[in-house]
């Protein structure tokens, strides 16, 4: 299966039909538990030799763990785990690596939700984080690695400055120190770039976005490369003893690295953040989800395509002061490297114009739909500063250009002409 191109793999990955009473499509188990047969079958169960039985949803569930093995395959990793949404992806990967205390590198350029928890929230839970406001000064995120850094936090392509990640550069860094790359690869998704063909080590994904493509489910993947050493001292989590994996009666102990070896991670999200905090997806979202993977690659191409046509004509148009699409930057060396078939949907702009100017452009655009979400069929129009991104704070977004007059695009299938016509009329009634 694994020698099958992408194509092929998002219809089939991860799914035996003959398993499901010959369903070609993956059925859905709405169900919160599983039979565990006699007592017999439910003890080999709980002495977890009988690995591929179901008991409780929450732990397992066949439709979810299909859309896991599915992204997990064409992402280019051991195994995955699904979760009930992008910043519950991003939290357990973010505890898992660093939990009891350790310091993350970070950019400033992220998604809102996720610089507001790195500065505010996990620092409650001993995790701080060292922040850097340029992606690519190599030098300056070297020197600030510490010896209880535990990992280097990045966006393959920035939300909504379209920055990109030389992928390579960083994982080398992170390895160099004995810590993990771990990636936040939601606006690209597989199809566009797998950072583990580049050497990265855990990729997160807000599921919500690309990978569904439909705007319908709220929902998180998180990947695991699996050639990660985490033996190596600075992450205690994966080698201390635990009680679930040893056996009581025969007096044997066992931890994440000794039983799970190169799945110790991802083997750890699934018993410790899944199981324990519970953010589960549902079987429902999971099948949804699915039917959004299976046309992933027809999507996508045409949504570059048109948002490549898009943020062209955006540099146009007299009324817009700058376009931020490094996907139409030619010169682009990590562009050209990381991202052959295009960068992905969402662009932003900024417009040479006042806040009231901004306001009228949202208000007058008819095919666009105002709203805070990208990776939709739909295509999007958001002011970040108003909305996704106000929990940024000010200093932070001037330093990343990020003003009152930026807008952000997600462009989605409409038919490419129809979109620039409805920009264009909007920004024209502005003004
Ligand atoms: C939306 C988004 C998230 C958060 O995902 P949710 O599914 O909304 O929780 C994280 N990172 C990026 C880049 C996003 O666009």
């Known amino acids: 299966m694994e020698s099958e191109h992408f194509d092929t793999l998002r219809l089939h990955a991860g799914y035996e039909p003959a398993d499901h009473l010959q369903s070609p ?27 591929d039985a179901y008991t409780y949803s929450r732990v397992g569930n066949p439709t979810v763990r299909a859309f896991e093995k599915r992204l997990a395959v064409l992402d280019g990793g051991v195994d995955a785990v699904a979760v009930g ?57 070297k020197s600030l690695i510490q010896a209880d850094t535990k990992a280097i936090y990045i966006e393959s ?48 994904y807000s599921s919500t976005k690309g990978i569904n493509g439909h705007g319908n489910v709220v929902s998180g993947v998180i990947v695991d490369h699996g050639k990660f050493d985490w033996h190596n001292g600075k992450f205690p989590q994966m080698t201390e003893s635990e009680f679930i994996l040893g056996n009581e009666a025969k007096q044997q102990t066992a931890s994440f690295y000794s039983k799970f ?6 083997s750890r999200i699934r018993m410790k953040y899944l199981r324990l905090f519970g953010a589960v997806m549902s079987p429902f979202d999971a099948y949804l989800a699915l039917l959004g993977v299976e046309k992933i690659s027809e999507r996508l191409s045409k949504e570059v395509q048109s948002t490549k046509a898009i943020a062209t004509y955006l540099t146009t148009n007299s009324h817009v002061e700058h376009v931020y699409y490094s996907g139409i930057e030619a010169d682009n060396k990590l562009v050209k490297k990381y991202f052959p078939r295009g960068i992905g949907a969402i662009l932003s ?17 008819h ?6 979400n990208v990776g939709d069929v739909r295509s999007l129009i958001v ?24 807008l952000r695009l997600s462009i989605g299938l409409e038919d490419v ?12 009634q502005a003004f």
């Open 25 to 51: 499509i993956v059925p859905i188990y709405q169900t919160a538990a599983f039979g565990l047969g006699d007592t017999q079958t439910a003890a080999a169960i709980a002495a977890g030799t009988k690995s």
């Open 85 to 141: 949404s992008g910043m519950a992806a991003i939290s357990y990967a973010l505890l898992n690596v660093a939990e009891g205390g350790g310091r993350v590198l970070a950019p400033t350029n992220i998604y809102g939700a996720s610089l507001d928890e790195f500065r505010t929230l996990l620092p409650k839970f001993g995790i701080e984080f060292d922040f850097f406001d340029d992606i690519n000064d190599l030098a300056a995120i």
């Open 157 to 204: 392509v920035a939300n909504p400055s379209t920055e990109v990640a030389d992928i390579e550069a960083l994982a080398q860094i992170a390895h160099a120190a004995g810590i993990p790359l771990i990636v936040d690869n939601t606006f690209p998704t597989p199809y566009l770039c797998r950072p583990f063909d580049f050497g990265a080590d855990i990729d997160v």
């Open 261 to 266: 070896g190169a799945k110790a991670f991802i």
């Open 349 to 365: 702009f900024e417009l040479a114009g006042t806040e009231q100017q901004v306001a009228a452009v949202l208000d007058h655009v």
């Open 367 to 372: 095919v666009f739909t105002y709203l805070p």
């Open 383 to 406: 002011n970040p500063v108003k909305v996704t991104h106000r929990e940024m704070p000010q200093a932070i977004r001037l330093k990343h250009k990020l003003n009152q007059q930026v």
């Open 417 to 428: 002409n129809d979109l620039i016509a409805d920009l264009d009329q909007a920004i024209a």
